[in-house]
């Protein structure tokens, strides 16, 4: 049995600073250390999971393998990692709430009185030390919130306790931000006191403060902190602005916050990690001099971080090819048959993105009507997908208002339908087509060009499905199941046998994308894109 180690990641003066990137890249140099390590998100708000915020509220919700509707910081924890993440490494207080409710009910507590502490913050200590019997070498926890909200108390009392408990076994990383004053040119550190401050009133002395900031820290700035803030001067680490999340792993390796973490927890240290291979990503993905321009059609584009693993899953595909995306967000409420050809002309491929709901159907229909008809390559990701089995059955089958019946539950054609196992469900939370499902491809298909075996194995989030009553109509007019699940027979994958690369996955490959891994639907568009 391992002594693994627990590091906390907690943020202050303001939220979204990047503790899941700095949680991350640290990750991937203890992992190129040789180290076996595990990511986890500890959610202060009270939903059980993200499966039922709108994204405008929370961005993406990320679908891990075994299911579970989690943080998009898990999608960074397995892009900069590798790790497969589970239910385990994202826990909310509304999980910890309804556990500790559902013990008071079976009389776990013995008529004890349920309070925050001992009850909630031992329910907390739990979720974080499960992991730790998986035999790591360490647990890393990001502490989601902003010290000093009142809904993370819970968490940084639990941590509180951990100290003295596992003494020499933890280590908190406090990330704050430095911001410049133009007025008076320089570097303001009080935002970091306070903030160090506050985390000290609740008991918690933090061992490394990483320092968000847009300008370079002098060392009268890094002396400074470290002497207001009682951490070494070795403990400050700079996390200065980058061109790409992906070059902070190399930022925090310069600035040795790896070396920091394990002096701090009596870990030998020699040699430096391996990170040529990563280096040499970095560098594609900074220099690449060409591009070619993709739109995504969707409803959320205000707010880029709802398609957060779309983006990133390009990214990493443009890597691999040598060119990069340029991705454009296109409003799917501003598309329609009159000015679908002038938004769109000008794109060298179109991606239809998942959601849910009837707003903005029609203009991604009528996206993939512009892109079918124009030899367009095309990407239909889950709802996408079904947009273009809409959008086929309308304009080449002249099935007259074809729709889903999750649209138009009156449709005379519902060409997506319920599935089976959903007609019952009441509940939305968690009640999805949820995780990983298998995919067996014909080989007569891109996608079979693409992965290169017929057993693929694919993330999943949807309720409906491609009616099987009209495929045969489908493929005899050249829209083509070219993936289907094996134990249920539901169409996973369709495209268009005539067209350059038109495609529609029921799955979401996005998931599965990472650096060192990139996803091979996404390569294989972005070429399509390019020639």
């Excluded at 990137?21 to 959610?43: C, E, H, N, P, W």
């Excluded at 280590?171 to 931000?177: E, Y």
């Excluded at 289907?484 to 038109?502: A, R, T, Y």
């Amino acid at each position: 049995m391992k002594n693994t180690k627990y590091i906390f990641i907690t943020g202050g003066v303001t939220s979204s600073l990047g503790k899941g990137i700095i949680s991350s890249s640290l990750a991937k140099l203890l992992i190129a250390r040789g180290f076996s390590v595990t990511i986890q998100k500890l959610d202060p708000y009270i939903n059980i999971d993200p499966g039922t915020l709108n994204p405008y509220e929370h961005g993406e919700c990320y679908v891990t393998e075994d299911g579970a509707e989690t943080d998009l910081d898990l999608g960074h924890y397995e892009r900069f990692t590798n790790i497969t993440t589970s239910q385990a490494n994202n826990v909310t207080t509304g999980r910890i709430y309804q556990t500790v409710i559902d013990k008071e009910r079976r009389g776990d507590y013995l008529g004890k009185t349920v309070q925050i502490i001992p009850h909630i913050t031992d329910e907390i200590k739990r979720r974080i030390k499960l992991l730790g019997k998986e035999n790591y070498d360490f647990v890393i926890t990001e502490i989601g919130g902003t010290v000093g909200d009142i809904e993370s108390f819970p968490y940084i009392e639990a941590i509180r306790q951990l100290k003295w408990e596992m003494e020499g076994s933890t280590l908190v990383i406090h990330l704050t931000l430095v911001p410049y004053l133009s007025a008076s040119k320089e570097l303001k550190t009080k935002p970091t006191q306070h903030s160090v401050k506050m985390l000290l009133e609740s008991g918690v002395q933090p061992d490394i403060l990483v320092l968000r900031t847009e300008r370079e820290l002098t060392d009268e700035v890094r002396s400074k902190v470290a002497k207001f803030c009682n951490v070494n001067l070795d403990s400050v680490i700079e996390s200065i602005d980058v061109e790409t999340i992906y070059e902070v792993p190399l930022l925090m390796q310069k600035e040795k916050l790896d070396v920091a973490v394990l002096k701090k927890l009596k870990f030998p240290v020699s040699g430096t990690p391996d990170m040529k291979k990563w280096k040499l990503i970095v560098e594609k993905i900074k220099n690449t001099t060409c591009s070619v321009k993709i739109a995504l059609i969707g409803k959320y584009v205000e707010l880029p971080d709802a398609y957060k693993s779309i983006n990133e899953s390009l990214i990493h595909a443009g890597a691999y090819n040598n060119y990069s995306a340029d991705l454009q967000f296109i409003h799917s409420e501003e598309i329609n048959s009159e000015n679908a050809a002038s938004v769109l002309k000008d794109f060298g491929g179109i991606i239809v993105a998942p959601g849910f709901g009837h707003r903005g159907i029609e203009g991604k229909i009528e996206a993939i009507k512009f892109a079918r008809e124009n030899n367009i390559p095309f990407l239909g990701i889950c709802l996408g997908m079904q947009c273009a089995v809409i959008e086929f059955a309308r304009n080449k089958l002249n099935l007259i208002n074809a729709n889903s019946t999750e649209m138009h539950p009156n449709t005379p054609h519902p060409v997506i339908d319920l599935m089976d196992e959903q007609k019952s469900v009441i509940d939305l939370g968690g009640t999805m087509r949820l995780g990983s499902f298998k995919c067996t491809l014909s080989k007569e298909s891109k996608l079979y060009e693409a992965y290169g075996v017929v057993n693929i194995i694919e993330r999943h989030r949807h309720r409906y499905e491609f009616n099987n009553k009209y495929k045969d109509m489908f493929e005899k007019n050249g829209m083509k199941a070219t993936g289907i699940n094996p134990d249920s027979g539901l169409v996973e994958i369709i495209e268009l046998s005539e067209h350059k690369w038109f495609t529609g996955v029921q799955f979401h490959p996005e998931y599965k994308s990472t650096v060192l891994n990139p996803h091979p639907i996404f390569i294989q568009f972005l070429k399509a894109c390019k020639d």
